[in-house]
């Protein structure tokens, strides 16, 4: 085999969204990598600007079908903390919900369709359906779980309509949550299952010393609300947050980078999550960490995986407790009345730490918007790891490599966008 060679993928496969992905080899070493997101701008943070700060919510949740809750929560956050708006407790409890709802749907979807195949060296969710039809079965019961709490809290499955700055429009019917009950009784088996199922595969020998950054909420297992932590020993309120990240352009990409102000690249998402609050990790969850050994600290991000199906058991008993627990009472909003200022919100979304900021004008019109997403926050990471598998695995054969390198970057569940692509190689020798 040639010392040098490239390897070129014109287009990714089960990824949401439109990327690719270039190796170069020079005399045997890796010499560049880039992950390429070429599909174009949508200008939201453009969009929004004029326009009422009511409607942040609503518009920003169409920038995913998969995660429109992360959108809403973030923004409702940012808007509520320019307005000094406190919401009452069982609106955050409801908004809590709704959010594991998104959790667990995005999270199932990921698990059993978009990277499960890999460890089964199956091109699909197809041929897994076709060997193991039960398995996939599960994985659409669990998603179809989610989805059910996202229509009853939100309104519709996709882009809910019932979430406003200040809470919700109105109070979910009582009868309808709690008929969720036993169906989410049984997806929480399911999802004890999934970890067992997915715990058994067999993981590349990859790891690396991570920085990793999520929020950390000092009462339960930080989703939509908290402090932004690290694993250095960050430890700052969200409207710290740009004092200590910033973003940077790439030629290669669409998406901006993210990185820390003089640092470096860093880890958000689930196996972030779990390095610095698994010790919230309650219930079933917690007794399955127990029960696998799984180290305290996962740093092989082929195994984040069994991180993201223990997110599942955990939100599906979360769930189970904030719908056993609910009892609608008082206004479901509070009043948000508009000021001039600039507000902060992060939550997170299922694949990581996503981050608004609003510039408000004295009517409430947004003057400027600024929205990370957790995407583009891990792309520089997802290259350093590429970069290593690469040079760990050179003495593979192009489409070995290459099937490696594309599972490498399904480790972080990116949401490049709502499509998916067939995959077209292009190798080149010298």
């Known amino acids: ?107 199932a979807l990921h698990i059993y369709f978009l990277h499960a195949p890999d460890f089964l060296g199956l091109e699909s969710a197809v041929e897994l359906a076709a060997t193991d039809p039960q398995r996939v079965q599960a994985g659409m019961k669990l998603k179809a779980v989610g989805n059910d709490i996202m229509h009853s809290v939100g309104g519709r499955d996709v882009h809910p309509v019932n979430v406003k700055v200040g809470g919700f429009y109105s109070w979910p019917d009582p009868q309808q949550l709690s008929g969720l009950v036993a169906v989410l009784e ?133 769930a189970l407790r904030l719908i056993r627990s609910y009892s609608p009472g008082g206004v479901a909003s509070v009043p948000a009345p508009a000021r001039q200022a600039t507000g902060y919100g992060c939550s997170e979304a299922p694949r990581g730490l996503l981050y608004h900021r609003y510039d408000l004008a004295e009517d409430g019109a947004i003057q400027h918007a600024k929205i990370v997403p957790p995407t583009a926050q891990n792309q520089g990471q997802i290259e350093l790891d590429l970069k290593g598998v690469a040079e760990r695995n050179a003495s593979l054969e192009d489409e070995q490599l290459q099937w490696l390198c594309e599972q490498t970057i399904r480790n972080y569940d990116p949401c490049i966008s709502c499509a998916t692509h067939f995959l077209k190689l292009h190798v080149e020798r010298r």
């Open 186 to 318: 049984e997806a929480t088996q399911l999802a004890v299952d999934t970890v067992g199922w997915v715990a058994r595969f067999d993981f590349p020998d990859f790891s690396d010393d991570y920085e990793f950054v999520a929020l950390r909420d000092a009462d339960r297992y930080a989703i939509e609300a908290g402090a932004v932590v690290s694993s250095s020993g960050l430890n700052i309120p969200v409207q710290a947050y740009e004092q200590h990240f910033e973003e940077y352009q790439e030629p290669h990409s669409n998406a901006l980078h993210s990185r820390r102000k003089g640092g470096g690249r860093y880890f958000t998402g689930p196996m972030a999550r779990y390095a610095l609050n698994r010790n919230q990790l309650s219930g079933k969850a917690g007794q399955l960490v127990a029960e696998l050994g799984l180290e305290p600290v996962v740093r092989n991000p082929f195994r984040s995986i069994i991180v993201r199906a223990l997110e599942v058991v955990y939100c599906c008993e979360e």
């Open 1 to 107: 085999m040639s010392h040098n060679r490239k390897i070129k993928v014109n287009a990714l496969a089960r990824v949401e969204g439109e990327g690719a992905l270039n190796i170069q080899f020079r005399d045997g070493a890796v010499e560049q990598v880039q992950l390429k997101i070429y599909e174009p701008p949508r200008f939201f943070e453009g969009l929004l600007r004029g326009r009422d700060f009511t409607e942040a919510p609503d518009i920003t949740a169409r920038i995913c079908g998969i995660c429109p809750v992360a959108y809403q929560m973030s923004a409702c956050a940012a808007m509520e903390d320019a307005l000094g708006v406190e919401v009452s407790d069982p609106i955050r409890d409801l908004r809590r919900l709704l959010y594991c709802g998104e959790w667990i749907q995005s999270h």
